[in-house]
Every structure is written in structure tokens, then in C-alpha cells.
């Protein structure tokens, strides 16, 4: 469904000069498949994500997805994708009902094919309560089904959640998680992205963690603590980061944060 290939992005910047934000970057995530991206902020994440959703091209590398590329095919990209972050802008004005169809509507959908879809999302993410409430009294995790529903819309073979969690309370963000599953049990192809290791280990079925702009290992939650002999999770993540400022340069600040400056200096 997803497929990556040596995937470089940089940018020219006043201050730092040229830079990459993504280095060399492949991975294939299939259909029924929750494949995980996880980093520190500033990891590089995001952007591979942008370049999926076609709102940043490449610098090198082939992306495709569900068979198009990113850069000759974005138009059809777009319609089998689905995006979910943590910032989706919601309408003051338009109700959680009128926000949908106007996305739905957007992608071209018959109007009757659109009204039973939004039916059953409706029924599917417990919005029935708030159908009607405008977006500018919606809570933060009403706005959130909002954003979901309306990436779900034309029910895309792909959808993508970048950071969807962050800022939720923790029975909203089990209810994201939840829902994401049944995503993947219905057959999708989900990216999910995130820096919350737990996240990852009760959702993923694979994982890529990615730490300045490149992807230090991939595999399965099993297949990473068998190859680095380390049951704890946290543990292997942080070691993984800890190698790789070893043999590379100076330590994140995350690294700091845990008190492995010295070890890195």
C-alpha cells in the first residue's frame, strides 16, 4: 500500500543554510497493517508524512501509495488517503454534521452514497450526541471525531495519523486507539505516528523508530527486542538514540532530559 524508497528531503534555510530533515528514509507498510513511526520531536516524522499526504515533494527517493506516486500522481494520492493530526482545523460556524459533508462533497461523493456513509461514521465514532453543536463549542475530543470523520469520509484504503492523540484526555485517546484498530481489522493501510512509546507498543504492528531524519531500525515490537536483547521497550528506544549520538555527534535533548549527557559527550 505504502511503499518508501531512499526517501530525502532538504531545504535551504537563512540561518542553518541547506539542511535535511529526512536522509535516506524506506519502509512498506501493507493493508491490514498498523505500521508505526516513532522519534522525538524534531525527528523527522512529520515531514515524511507531508511528503505522503503530497503537501511536500521530495527532494530524492520514490514514494507511492496504494500504486501512485506522490509527485506524477498526487491528485489520485489525495483521494486514497485519509489525515488525521492533532491540529485539524474545525469550523466555529459549521456543526460536526455540516463539517463532514462539506468534506465529503469536497471528494465528490453522490450525494445518497455520502448520507448513508455519514450515517453509519456517525454511528461508528458516537457523534450522534453532537451532531448539530457547532465546531465553536465542540470540545477538543468532539473536534477530534470530527477530523477522523472527515478523513474516513470516502473511506480511503489509507489513512495516516500524525501526533492524533496529543492533547487528548486518556479516555478520548483510548477511544482514538480503539477506533484505529477496527481500522485495521476492516483491511486499512494506517501510518501512526507518535513520540509515546505505549502508544506504539499496544497498537503497532510494526514499527520504524526514526531519529534525525533517519530510520535507525524496523520490524516487528518482537522481532526489535529480540534483535537488541532488550525486553524493555523504553529501554531499547533510548539505546537505539544513545548509539546513534555515539557514532554521529552531539546528544538530543531529549537524551539530556534523561541524564545521558555525559554518557554522550
Known amino acids: 500500500m505504502i511503499h518508501v524508497q531512499h526517501l530525502t528531503k532538504r531545504y535551504e534555510d537563512l540561518q542553518r543554510g541547506r539542511f535535511t530533515a529526512v536522509d535516506g528514509v524506506s519502509f512498506t507498510a501493507r493493508q491490514g497493517e498498523i505500521f508505526g513511526l516513532l522519534g522525538p520531536n524534531g525527528a523527522g516524522k512529520t515531514t515524511v508524512l507531508r511528503i505522503l499526504s503530497t503537501v511536500l515533494e521530495p527532494s530524492e527517493g520514490i514514494v507511492t501509495v496504494a500504486g501512485y506516486d506522490v ?86 484504503p489509507v489513512l495516516i495519523f500524525d501526533e492524533a492523540t496529543l492533547g487528548l484526555d486518556v479516555l478520548v485517546a483510548r477511544n482514538l486507539l480503539g477506533v484505529i484498530r477496527s481500522l485495521r481489522d476492516a483491511g486499512k493501510c494506517l501510518i501512526f505516528s507518535t513520540h509515546i512509546m505505549s502508544e506504539v507498543e499496544r497498537l503497532c504492528d510494526k514499527i520504524a523508530i526514526m531519529y534525525r531524519g533517519k530510520i535507525l531500525d524496523t520490524g516487528s515490537l518482537e522481532e526489535l527486542r529480540q534483535r537488541h536483547r532488550e525486553d524493555d521497550f523504553e529501554e531499547l528506544f533510548f539505546g537505539l538514540l544513545s548509539q546513534h549520538e555515539r557514532e554521529h555527534g552531539r546528544p538530543s535533548e531529549a537524551l539530556v532530559d534523561r541524564g545521558e549527557g555525559d554518557v554522550l559527550a
Open 71 to 156: 509527485v506524477r500522481d498526487s491528485a489520485e494520492v489525495r483521494r486514497n488517503i485519509g489525515f488525521v493530526s492533532n491540529n485539524t482545523a474545525i469550523y466555529d460556524r459549521m456543526t460536526a454534521w455540516e463539517m463532514v459533508e462539506y468534506f465529503g462533497r469536497l471528494h465528490g461523493m453522490h450525494r445518497d452514497e455520502l448520507l448513508m456513509r455519514m450515517e453509519r461514521l456517525f454511528e461508528q465514532l458516537r457523534m450522534n450526541d453532537f451532531r448539530d453543536v457547532p465546531g465553536g463549542k465542540m470540545s477538543t475530543g468532539m473536534k477530534q471525531k470530527v477530523s477522523i470523520a472527515r478523513a474516513m469520509i470516502h473511506d480511503p
